[in-house]
């Protein structure tokens, strides 16, 4: 059974590569809050936007499978990569407010009216203050293995040892931050797209509190999946994401 996942793994993946090899990434950078970001950009000119944020450390490749997925399917994709993460210099202080300034800001230079928003790990935390702090920003919105506060599953403990272990100030951030009251999240008025890991760092108790917590939402709970298992090199989220977006006529 591996072998011939595997190999349908392998078309499946050469496919969606021949298919988007006419909607290559076009990189670019912007100047938003302070800070020069760079960014790529997939699929065609006049397709609706899709703006993907990534995960603590990683960059807009990070999910480049979800960006070619959308592109295939007609989406106009934009993928930025976090304030001093991936192409961008380091920092010596992060903190999530400033990251949703950023992606605030993003969305409004590129002129982008209500685009859809889908993040990943930080990029979830980062989403879900984005609507509470600038209601309206967003069209449909996807979060995935996003946390309300830093204890927010059994293993806490042995990733704040991780976190302690790396002693970098993007990891150090995670100690403390981010610190979401639940029922702020009544605040986000669009549709609403949640989903974990069943064997996800983020608890299911704790990622069914973000749905619970938001009027309308839908939960996803994928089943045997880790925290990034369903994102890197996994056509998984790219299918739930466009199935999510048919659902909104979007």
Request: glycine share 10%; with cysteine.
């Amino acid at each position: 059974m591996k072998f011939f996942a595997g190999i349908g793994g392998f078309f499946y993946f050469t496919t969606l590569s021949i298919l988007c090899a006419k909607y290559p990434e076009e990189p670019a950078s912007i100047q938003v809050n302070g800070q020069d970001l760079y960014y790529v950009t997939r699929g065609p000119k006049d397709g609706k936007p899709v703006v993907l944020i990534h995960g603590n450390g990683g960059s807009h490749k990070s999910m480049r499978t979800q960006a070619m997925e959308l592109a295939r399917a007609g989406y106009r994709v934009y993928s930025p990569d976090s304030r001093g993460q991936g192409a961008n210099p380091a920092l010596e202080e992060y903190h999530y407010a400033d990251m949703v300034e950023d992606t605030y800001c993003f969305i409004n230079k590129l002129g982008l009216e209500k685009p859809v928003l889908y993040g990943w790990s930080d990029g979830g935390i980062i989403l879900l203050m984005l609507e509470m702090a600038h209601p309206g920003i967003c069209g449909p919105m996807a979060v995935s293995g996003a946390n309300l506060y830093p204890d927010c599953g059994p293993d806490f403990e042995k990733f704040k040892e991780w976190i302690l272990s790396e002693g970098t100030p993007l990891a150090m951030m995670m100690l403390s931050e981010p610190q979401i009251d639940p029922e702020d999240l009544s605040a986000i008025k669009c549709p609403v797209l949640v989903c974990g890991g069943s064997e996800d760092l983020i608890s299911v108790e704790h990622t069914t509190l973000i749905s619970d917590s938001i009027p309308g939402s839908r939960l996803v709970i994928l089943q045997g999946e880790d925290h990034g298992s369903y994102i890197k090199k996994s056509p998984k989220m790219g299918r739930i994401l466009r199935q999510f977006l048919k659902e909104n006529n979007y």
